[in-house]
């Protein structure tokens, strides 16, 4: 018997000192997640086909986050590259000026190919995609709100519906405003709108969580309209779930497809009413255009979304970083839509992730039952436990201890049970 219990002993003194693999719980929740993979090996990027742009005079752009390993592989291991990815056999993609760009199929979400897809950069316009996203659900469109001054604090110069001060909407005219004309004081209003009691910054704060529930990680908005703000960035990735999202509300697919509307008079204010269009190209020239949206800045440069369907089949093309010669942003992105409808059905290099997947995947699993202490053991101090844990060597010391407990119990039951089976007089 006393043989039997140290031996017992023993194996559980080996359990309990097995070190744990390192870095084997970020392994398993990597595993859980279907939307990251951790690449095997950095692949040679293949360099993009490039058109030759004319020199042009342009602000610094802004230095991005650095980038995190798990974010530049949400949808697949071959997205992480800032070069060319395209399906095996693909023809060649036209040559763009755009620094980054993505093809995706808006029904199935595989991704068709792409230059440089989780690589950063600024948003310009294309942004009120997200403030779309984000509020369209959460506004009545027939609601009638009032303008202020401060929904016109806008950049000089900067692009406008003519709003005024006062002025009072329906808000589906904000949102025609914005889509058509790319209104930074109608984003302003509509951030303000949904905001609830912290006004246009909770209406960022919203746009924010709402990318990363898309699994949109490297967007974060700073300004509701896509005006240049510190550390605001996005990718062409996050862009085509961003465009997925609105194109699967039929409200947003409406007033992207609306060639023009007008701007109702504000009599009160001595203000005639007047007509505004749609600014996005591809609506008037390109055959199943679905819509999308066009942006500038002296950061961004030319930014582009646009979506078509052709037989049957849906895609979606964004675009970074662009200049307008030798093509302009919609150009550039209808023949990128081009070349993808021209792939396969099965074509793909990645997908894109569903929303709330990086939410499902990144939530904690719940925590085991606690086991019961034996019946006498002393109580254990958390605090202890947390101090001693902190320490170098600290898992060898608390095995060794558990273990010598472990041997020592099994020698006490084993004289327990020699001493009943002793004659009693």
Known sequence: MRVRAFSVAVVVLAIVAT????????????????SVSTPTAAPVAVPCPKAVAPKVTRSPRPTPPPSDPEHQVVGGDLLATPGLVVPPGAPVPPKVTATSWLVADLDTGAVLGGCGPHEYAT???VQKLLLAATMLPRL????????????????PGSSAVGLLPGGRYRVETLWLGLLLQSGNEAANALARLGGG????????RAMNEYARHLGALQTHAVTPSGLDGPGQFTSAYDLALIARACFADPTFRRYALTERTRIPAQRGLGARGFQIQNENQLVYRYPGALGGKTGFTDYARHTYVGAAERDGRR???TLLGAEPRPQRGWEQGAALL????????????GRLVEPGEWDVARTPAPPSPAVPAPAGAPPVSSTTSAAVDDRPGAGLFVALTV??????LAVVAARRVRASRRPRG
């Open 315 to 317: 895609l979606v093309v």
């Open 403 to 408: 273990g010598v407990s472990a041997i020592a």
């Open 140 to 155: 009545d469109p027939q609601q009638v709100i009032r303008v202020t001054r401060e929904d016109l604090d806008i950049a």
């Open 123 to 125: 948003p310009a316009s």
């Open 338 to 349: 081009d070349w993808g409808f021209r792939l396969p059905r099965e074509a793909g290099v």
């Open 19 to 34: 070190p744990a693999t390192p870095g084997m719980a970020a392994v398993t929740d990597r595993a859980a997640m279907s």
């Open 197 to 204: 009691p912290d006004g246009a910054a909770g209406g960022v």
